[in-house]
């Protein structure tokens, strides 16, 4: 019965979250409006979902899934154990396991909703491009570029994980999970940068991918290309400020 609900719950999302991309088009909304808009109903409901089913079920979903998630993760410690693995290192990973990606569910959670939202935004575009929302222009990905004040929410990220470090538990959460939303604006942001400057110098498009596909794979390339995105809020890498109206690279 809960996975029918939840299923039932997921449908409900997602047709909301098309029609809150498609109200947004016919209301000539620009495109970082619309995203929002349709991450915020995605997330409401989603909200509305958890809890109507731990009302109907009269148990608590969120517990039911950390105590399944804690399951399979103890089973694959146990597995490797079995391996001849060393127990600590194990469990560190087990830890850092928990730490990002348990306790931070719902930074994920608000990327992915974010992630999907913007997905729906460009089909949606292009299956009605009569809508006034479709027919405004977009800027190029390679000058994509996050909001200047966005960079104090990163900031205070770090403040209330560096007092989860010191035994709040409270400030700590929030401060992990807000710095996976805002990690992940800024890899965006440092992807913006990289491709600027590979059209600068006229990389082929395989090479392009090939490159982004390398940095997926190797977390300190990943570390550098979110450092270059937020480095890029001070420094203006590709000179977006000086030079509001130059050609898309």
Same mark, same amino acid.
């Given at each position: 019965?809960?996975?029918?609900?939840?299923?039932?719950?997921?449908?409900?999302?997602?047709?909301?979250?098309?029609?809150?991309?498609?109200?947004?088009?016919?209301?000539?909304?620009?495109?970082?409006?619309?995203?929002?808009?349709?991450?915020?109903?995605?997330?409401?409901?989603?909200?509305?979902?958890?809890?109507?089913?731990?009302?109907?079920?009269?148990?608590?979903?969120?517990?039911?899934?950390?105590?399944?998630?804690?399951?399979?993760?103890?089973?694959?410690?146990?597995?490797?154990?079995?391996?001849?693995?060393?127990?600590?290192?194990?469990?560190?990973?087990?830890?850092?396991?928990?730490?990002?990606?348990?306790?931070?569910?719902?930074?994920?959670?608000?990327?992915?909703?974010?992630?999907?939202?913007?997905?729906?935004?460009?089909?949606?575009?292009?299956?009605?491009?009569?809508?006034?929302?479709?027919?405004?222009?977009?800027?190029?990905?390679?000058?994509?570029?996050?909001?200047? #004040?966005?960079?104090? +929410? *990163?900031?205070?990220? /770090? %403040?209330?994980?560096? =007092?989860?470090?010191?035994? @709040?538990? $409270?400030?700590?959460?929030?401060?992990?999970?807000?710095?996976?939303?805002?990690?992940?604006?800024?890899?965006?942001?440092?992807?913006?940068?990289?491709?600027?400057?590979?059209?600068?110098?006229?990389?082929?498009?395989?090479? #392009?991918?090939?490159? +982004? *596909?390398?940095?997926? /794979? %190797?977390?300190?390339? =990943?570390?550098?290309?979110? @450092?270059? $995105?937020?480095?890029?809020?001070?420094?203006?890498?590709?000179?977006?400020?000086?030079?509001?109206?130059?050609?898309?690279?």
């Amino acid at each position: 019965m809960t996975t029918g609900i939840l299923a039932l719950g997921t449908v409900l999302m997602v047709l909301a979250t098309q029609r809150a991309v498609w109200y947004g088009l016919k209301q000539g909304f620009a495109a970082p409006r619309c995203v929002i808009v349709s991450t915020v109903t995605f997330l409401g409901l989603l909200i509305f979902t958890l809890v109507m089913t731990s009302l109907v079920l009269q148990q608590n979903v969120l517990a039911l899934w950390r105590q399944g998630f804690e399951t399979s993760l103890r089973a694959s410690v146990d597995f490797y154990q079995e391996l001849g693995w060393e127990v600590d290192e194990i469990e560190r990973a087990a830890a850092l396991i928990r730490r990002f990606f348990l306790d931070a569910i719902v930074g994920w959670v608000a990327v992915m909703a974010a992630a999907f939202s913007t997905f729906s935004y460009f089909l949606q575009r292009r299956l009605a491009p009569d809508l006034p929302g479709s027919q405004m222009p977009l800027t190029p990905f390679s000058r994509w570029t996050a909001w200047e #004040k966005m960079i104090w +929410v *990163l900031l205070a990220a /770090l %403040v209330f994980l560096g =007092l989860g470090a010191r035994g @709040l538990s $409270g400030p700590g959460w929030l401060g992990l999970n807000a710095l996976i939303v805002m990690g992940s604006i800024y890899l965006v942001v440092g992807l913006s940068v990289i491709i600027f400057y590979f059209n600068q110098k006229n990389i082929p498009p395989a090479l #392009k991918i090939g490159a +982004v *596909l390398i940095m997926g /794979l %190797v977390p300190a390339l =990943l570390i550098f290309v979110v @450092l270059l $995105g937020i480095f890029d809020t001070w420094w203006d890498w590709r000179r977006l400020k000086k030079t509001p109206d130059h050609p898309a690279a």
